[in-house]
């Protein structure tokens, strides 16, 4: 029989235990438990001894499970990088109210600032039954094995992962029919702002507007790559207005940074939308009332935090995961920053829950 000291790195170690971990760092299981806690009172080469052994083992402490003799309710993980902005907030509201609407509690975790993600989630998951990530806090792939088959386990809004079930508004399709109604208003320096290397929901965001641009036999301008924050979008207004930028259009990743430069350019004079049409993605609460108003597409936020809590619910009850990923609609809203006169609710996305295949 195989013992923890004959697996190697990479290969996971079934049913690995605190005694385990003890036996392949060479430290005593009472060394582990300080370690795991976070007690800082272990050496600092001990402690990396230990840490290596649960990454070699794949182990997650069952202290969750232990709890649940003493509990009469679930209790959910959920990991966002922050709570700034209005994405995160509907998102945690969603989560929360279904949670609380089955009788389970949440506990959060921010990703931001901290310097071993892969240890804070192992250790979030001693507390919870089960955790929901959000694809931007990129949880690490050895993370995601060492929960697998131990911790159900839900991601959000980001690239599916072997194994892990995940949920996620569409966003190819809807990206790629804003990107051509703007095209129809003669507009031909588009460009971009988001970095699509920042978290897949923008990648296949900007997916769409080049595939808009290539079925007009059109090559796309790269995009302006920054962070999907208000203050950003300011800064690119004014690159905008330095000449920095050249542009009659900007398709924002998000309503912060299209706010934002839309704002910016309305203070020093500039007309949007005709001098730069100016379009977003969200339809947060102030895109409707800004003049003119944002033209952006609508997505079911809070709805994803009721979807990820049903699902972590379902497969803590005994269900089986869905094997492909689950993607709700999303819409375009043609408002006026695009240059339309007269604001409508059009180009309705996929509808219901469905498949990313399904047409």
Known sequence: MATAREHGPDTPSVGATIYSVAERAGVSIATVSRVLQGAGTVSSTTTQKVLDAVEQLNYVPLGAARSLAVRHHEAYGLVLPELTGPYYSELLMGFESRAAELGQSVTLMLTDGKADLARAVRQLATRVDAIAVLGSAAMPPAVARALHGQKPVVIIAGAPQEGIESVGAENAHSAEQLTEHVLTHGRTRLV????????????????????????????????????????????VAERILSGEIEADALVCANDELALGIMSRLQDAGRDVPGDVAVVGWDDVMASRYVRPGMTTVSQPVRELGVLAADRLHHRVQGGEPHAERQVLATRVIIRGSCGCARPRDTHPGRSGVTDDEQP
């Not at 990648?203 to 641009?213: D, I, K, N, S, T």
Request: charged residues 30%; aromatic residues 10%; glycine residues 14%.
């Open 192 to 235: 971009f702002v988001g970095d699509p290397e920042g978290a897949p929901d923008i990648y296949e965001r900007h997916a769409g507007f080049v595939a808009a641009h290539r079925a007009r036999g059109a090559e796309p301008a790269a995009p302006v790559r920054v962070p999907f924050r208000e203050g950003e979008g300011e800064a």
